[in-house]
């Protein structure tokens, strides 16, 4: 078997799943690294920072460390990205696959882009972003579809979700702007805002450009919507009269005409907006065409088991992580440069059944 040496670089709700999954799943990854921010985590054992017991590598927040190292592939998947630090690492030679960002980097600004293209030339390495959307259920899961299309007319996907659950309060109220006044937020209102609708763009354009819809442009915009009332969402108060409801859309046009679009209908809090559309919780994907089709996704930690909310909260989690991790052996296999979904062969579960064995 050819083994691959994985460096985990971050280890939070997403990177945490891949460690584990790296320990107890997967004997063709050798653990030889792990990057983290929080100083409590330095020099802590990467075992012990997943409950597991010590495997011998040591967590660090020294980045030229990590650079050093020797290895094939970094899973990225820090809270903010660094183009910098992705650059480093792909032009030291190590293939990097990430949750964070780099979806459709051929879209991406173009001096980034040149940026990045010039570290995988330098290293010969390659670049992937994926997870669960953006990822699989806005790239591959259409792409996946569209095999049984003869004609598409148009491509839709709904995501609609709560995450008053979901316990990474840094990324809903301090990057996503949950809790700060409604007309703070727009497309453009701030850095991470701007970098996240431009993910979705990305998206738009990868099924747009693989497809020939042949896109002029893609728009984003969104409704803020205010909460009704006061709102504890674990360490944080989301006070009435604050951002409760964020209804983005992503739409792809040919001549005015849209033909891809994304469309997510985040809240916090529960309260939701009478005016939005109602599709079930969950992601909606619609192709209308010849055939026209929909399927419905939704991950639960178990459908037959009773499981803590914890527990169904953590689900996605595990998926956006382990579309990322399967994929490690497929873009260390890729030539150098970009690897998307529409690139990479169809990523499947390493495990599959074997861990019931
Ligand atoms: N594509 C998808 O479907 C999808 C889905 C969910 C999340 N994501 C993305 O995946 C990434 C991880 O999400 P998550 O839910 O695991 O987030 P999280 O639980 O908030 O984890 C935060 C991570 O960021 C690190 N961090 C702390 N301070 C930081 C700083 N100043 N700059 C950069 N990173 C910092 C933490 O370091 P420590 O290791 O020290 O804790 C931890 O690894 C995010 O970029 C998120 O947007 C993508």
Redesign the pocket.
Known sequence: MNRLRVIQW??????SEMLTAILDHRDDLDLVGVR???DT?DGVDAGALVGRAPVGVTATVNVEQVLALDADCVLY?????DIADVCALLASGKNVAT??FLFHPQRIDAEDRDRVLAACEQGRSTVHGG?????NLSAALPLVLSGMSRTIEKITLQERADWSVYD?T??TFDNMAFGQPVEDISPTANEFLAFNSSLFTQQVWLLADVLNADIDEVTATVDAVAAREDHQIFDRLLPAGTTAGQRWNWTGRRRAEPLVEIETLWTVGGEYPAHWPSPQHGWTLTIEGDPSMRTHFFSLASFSRAASMEEHVRSA?VA?AMQVLNAVPAVCAAPPGFATAASLPLIRSYTGFAAAR
């Open positions: 971050g280890t939070g709700a997403v990177g983290v921010y929080s985590k998947t820090p809270r903010n990205t949750t964070a997870g669960l959307n953006p990822g990474s840094a990324i989690n956006t």
